[in-house]
């Protein structure tokens, strides 16, 4: 018993050592990851929150403290307001008609029909085609001369002369939106799909066997076992299009009163050359990200 006690006991003893060194040799393996993070993640933030405290023109030398001078000439600017306005427009509004045309689909490629395979690749290729072929497209078929929706209203005879869908204010957000929708709904699809193939069949036929509709068995069954995915669907949907720049910048420069904040921070910096107004623009968005990816990780924990 005294040397099994002996063992026991050195073995204990050895176990913090080893823990320790599982420990450091963890650490060895996560820094060059923490490094490239640092470097590509935090050093450009760090760098834009001192630049909005700064006059930061490339032309200037003299890079003196502002303080929140450059944040007063963003927010007093006059198409900030709508800036802000568009961009919970586009990503509140897009978010829910993603996730309305995902789930719809997502329910017809759950089911068993022939042909499902190349329906799915087929629905995929919006979120696919590279952003700059997809725009250009869709800016073709929007043209105010040539554009093929103008073609087929005027044969249609809802309207009497062409119109330039890009160029008239409330239009050409009505436009944009449309665009972000379509390339964005493939990923809410596949995703609420992959949730749907989850829940177990044996729920569906018991509660056929019960006698219930189609609509009972989605408000009973398929909304309340998606609801974990669909909050987190619609909250991921938010934040990646309130993010998005790429769709608005190429298909109207901001113009006609679409400017996000996105495309502001852009026009400020790139356009402008004013880099100090640019990243006080985009500490600003970011103190909006911050708030949607506080409550994305609350409701993480929730679930």
């Not at 450091?24 to 630049?51: D, E, H, Q």
């Not at 006059?55 to 303080?67: S, Y």
């Not at 018991?206 to 076992?225: D, H, L, N, Q, Y």
């Not at 974990?228 to 298909?251: A, C, E, G, R």
Request: a positive charge; glycine letters at 6%.
């Amino acid at each position: 018993m005294a040397v099994a006690d002996i063992l026991r006991n050195r073995n204990t003893n050895q176990l913090p050592s080893l823990e320790r060194r599982d420990n450091r040799v963890g650490i060895y393996f996560l820094l060059p990851a923490v490094i490239v993070l640092i470097i590509i993640v935090a050093y450009p933030v760090i760098y834009s929150l001192v630049m909005s405290f700064h006059r930061w023109r490339p032309t200037d030398i003299n890079r003196n403290f502002v303080g929140f001078d450059n944040f007063a000439r963003v927010v007093t600017d006059s198409r900030f307001p709508q800036s802000i306005f568009n961009t919970f427009v586009y990503a509140i509004v897009g978010a829910c008609f993603k996730v309305i045309i995902g789930m719809i689909l997502a329910l017809m490629m759950n089911r068993e029909f022939k042909g499902r395979s190349i329906a799915r690749v087929l629905l995929m290729l919006p979120w696919v085609i590279p952003v700059t072929a997809s725009v250009t497209t869709w800016n073709w078929m929007f043209d105010g001369m040539y554009g093929i929706f103008n073609v087929l209203l005027m044969r249609l005879g809802v309207i009497d002369e062409y119109v330039n869908f890009l160029g008239i204010k409330g239009i050409a957000l009505a436009c944009v939106l449309i665009v972000g929708i379509w390339m964005g709904y493939p990923q809410m699809m596949m995703m609420l799909l992959a949730g749907l193939q989850s829940i177990p069949t044996e729920m569906y036929e018991a509660a056929k066997v019960e006698g219930a509709g189609p609509f009972t068995i989605f408000f009973r069954i398929t909304i309340p076992s998606l609801a974990n995915v669909l909050s987190m669907t619609i909250l991921l949907s938010i934040i990646w299009t309130f993010n998005s720049f790429n769709v608005i910048w190429l298909m109207t420069r901001g113009g006609s009163g679409t400017h996000t904040m996105n495309t502001l921070a852009y026009e400020f910096s790139f356009v402008n050359m004013r880099y100090d107004l640019g990243a006080a623009m985009s500490v600003i968005i970011l103190v909006f990200l911050a708030v949607f990816l506080f409550i994305y990780q609350r409701k993480q924990k929730e679930d």
